[in-house]
């Protein structure tokens, strides 16, 4: 394992683009206090959103935690907009959002595509927030209508979970008691979670795989 630098979250992200969030503070014509825009990777520019008078970018709607698809076309983001936390799904070329997540969650706090753009693996929580008091659950749902989702894992999962290039494991972390550690999930024999080794301080979290398969960056407190 190689520490690169401090950050908190970290996106890997092959399409090119790169989802982020600001504050309504920041954002005259933002219409709630998290929103949703897209740049180049590069820091050129925004991606065909941009204001009248070509600068900057623009306000693409209300949400939080955003993911590109593998394509690059659609952003996944959770939102509570209709009055409740759900998942959606943002078409950056017809500007049209998709509710794919049916209401039971309180909070959700990360998505991740398959690597054929069809699923989507996240994290939400019932009856409370995420680490006050909430049920979490790991759990996969079609990127494409508002359903049920399948469950995979229960308990006190952290945030976004990285579906692997092959589509064959997802990296997520788990806190366990005062640690966080990350584990892998089989996702074609959905066999139990195994916990990767080495993790001998507390904090391990963020995971995000390589786009070929073979590295995942992480956070951790660890000493170089």
Known sequence: MKRLFHSHIVIWTACGLVPWLASAASVAD??????????????AGP???????????????????????PDGDKIVFASHHEGFES??????L????????????????????????????????KG???????????????????QKPKVL??????????WSPDG??????????????LHLLDMVREQPRVMLPGQTTPRNSDPVWSPDGK????STDRAR
């Open 47 to 69: 991606r065909r959103v941009m204001n009248a008078d070509g600068t900057g970018p623009e306000w693409l709607c209300e949400g939080q935690r955003p993911r590109c698809s």
């Open 215 to 218: 590295q995942i960056a992480f």
């Open 128 to 146: 409370g927030r995420a680490f006050q008091g909430g049920r979490g659950e790991l759990a996969v749902v079609d990127a494409s209508a508002d």
């Open 168 to 181: 064959k494991r997802v990296v997520f972390w788990f806190r366990m008691g005062q640690n966080e550690r």
């Open 153 to 162: 894992q229960q308990g006190e999962v952290g945030w976004h979970p990285d």
């Open 87 to 92: 998942l959606y799904v943002l078409d950056t």
């Open 30 to 43: 933002a219409q709630s206090s998290a929103a949703i825009f897209v740049m180049n990777a590069d820091a």
């Open 94 to 125: 017809e500007l049209q959002r998709t509710r794919v997540l049916e209401r039971g969650y309180d909070h959700i706090i990360g998505a991740s595509w398959s690597p054929d753009g069809k699923q989507l693996v996240f994290v939400g929580y």
